[in-house]
């Protein structure tokens, strides 16, 4: 009687071996012969503890706060000083002189730039040292007026009008406008030649102001720029 056939296990389906750990080693548990060994598992790295940032204290805060403050108002107190010395400054009008283009108390803003890019033109307001003859306040340094002859013209007055002769009018004799329509010229100009880097100026209220026609020309290195801008009273800022 032929037995059944007994089961026959596949080499390759054999469980696979499992070992006891040595006592030697120190180990209690099991592994499979397959696995990596405790000597080659990844180790983990031990963690790290970020420290909190150091918060400086008021003190030192308060003190950073002040220097640098103390830095920007530096820096800009420097810049205020060259842009009053080399670029704009403001001018407080004293006197009835250019009236009615500009009043007393009115705040003028002056160009000191301009004239070192371009030539001075004949309309042009302009501020410059106060005169050696000028009989002004000793408290005032500088005073304001309309150029109105330039060099190398002769320059003279007929009637109440102004006229000037010379290169910058083809030598032919011309009428100067008044500034303010129906402005009086008062106290009449004598016939001047006016030399180079000199000017002649006179004030738009003409019947009363001292201006070239008491203390003579004005040297362009006296000239401290042209007035650009009234910018007092609000109510009556304007360019020029």
């Known amino acids: ?7 026959v296990a596949d080499p390759w389906q054999r469980e696979t071996p499992r070992f006891a750990a040595s006592a030697g080693s ?13 000597a ?5 790295e031990p963690k790290r503890t970020e420290q909190p940032p150091q918060r400086a204290s ?11 403050w103390a830095m920007v108002l530096a820096v800009a107190l420097a810049v205020a000083l060259v842009v009053r010395a080399f670029v704009i400054q403001t001018f407080f009008i004293p006197s009835q002189s250019m009236e009615p283009t500009l009043m007393v108390g009115d705040r003028i803003l002056v160009d000191k ?3 070192h890019l371009h030539a001075v033109h004949r309309g ?4 410059f040292g106060r005169p050696p003859g000028e009989p002004a306040s000793s408290n005032i340094q500088d005073l ?19 006229y000037v002769q010379g290169p910058d009018t083809g030598n032919n004799v011309v009428l100067v406008p008044e500034p303010v329509p129906g402005t009086q010229l008062g106290p009449p ?16 209220n003409r019947t009363d102001s001292d201006d070239s026609r008491y203390f003579g020309l004005v040297p362009r290195s006296d000239i401290v720029g042209r007035v650009v801008m009234r910018i007092w009273p609000v109510s009556s800022i304007r360019f020029f």
Not at 26 to 38: E, S
Not at 124 to 127: R, S, T
């Open 1 to 7: 009687m032929d037995s059944e056939p007994s089961e």
């Open 26 to 38: 120190g180990g209690t548990g099991v592994w499979d012969i397959g696995a990596p060994t405790p």
């Open 40 to 44: 080659s598992a990844p180790a983990e």
């Open 58 to 68: 008021g003190g030192s805060r308060r003190w950073r706060w002040v220097v640098e």
């Open 113 to 115: 730039l301009s004239y």
């Open 124 to 127: 042009d307001i302009i501020v």
């Open 144 to 162: 304001v007026k309309r150029v109105v002859g330039l060099p190398q013209e002769t320059i003279w007055s007929s009637n109440g009008n102004v």
């Open 189 to 204: 100009i004598r016939r001047t030649f006016i030399p180079a880097n000199e000017f002649y100026v006179l004030g738009d």
